[in-house]
């Protein structure tokens, strides 16, 4: 059952994503912004269907750690940390980590 959740929790990620993208079409946010919410869950499927300890404690180290460096280059550039802004950045690393972590981990499964 989880194989099948490993693949069936990012497609509905998907689909959902493109009907918030056709039911909001001039929103601030996109489609893609809802997207760690379902891959982050089936990476950790995935680490549990290989038996393998779970990387994602320390994925969310490192994306504290970038966190924490982003807000300071923020800070430095800025003069004024503009924090919808920063979220919003640092939303979209994290959706693009979390696709990249579920591909990764896609990879070592059919390995």
Not at 32 to 56: G, H, M, N, R, W
Not at 66 to 90: C, E, H, Q, R, W
């Amino acid at each position: 059952m989880n194989f099948l959740l490993i693949f069936l929790i990012p497609l509905c990620g998907i689909v959902v994503a493109a009907f918030l993208v056709k039911l909001f079409p001039k929103a601030q946010f996109s489609g893609y912004d809802i997207f760690p919410f379902f891959f982050i869950v089936a990476c950790q499927l995935l680490t549990q269907e290989t038996k393998q300890p779970s990387f994602l404690p320390y994925g969310f180290l490192l994306y504290f750690i970038l966190v924490v460096i982003v807000s300071i280059y923020t800070a430095i550039k800025n003069k004024n940390i503009s924090v919808g802004k920063t979220f919003g950045m640092l939303w979209h690393y994290l959706a693009a980590s979390s696709i990249v972590w579920y591909v990764g981990l896609l990879i070592l499964l059919l390995l």
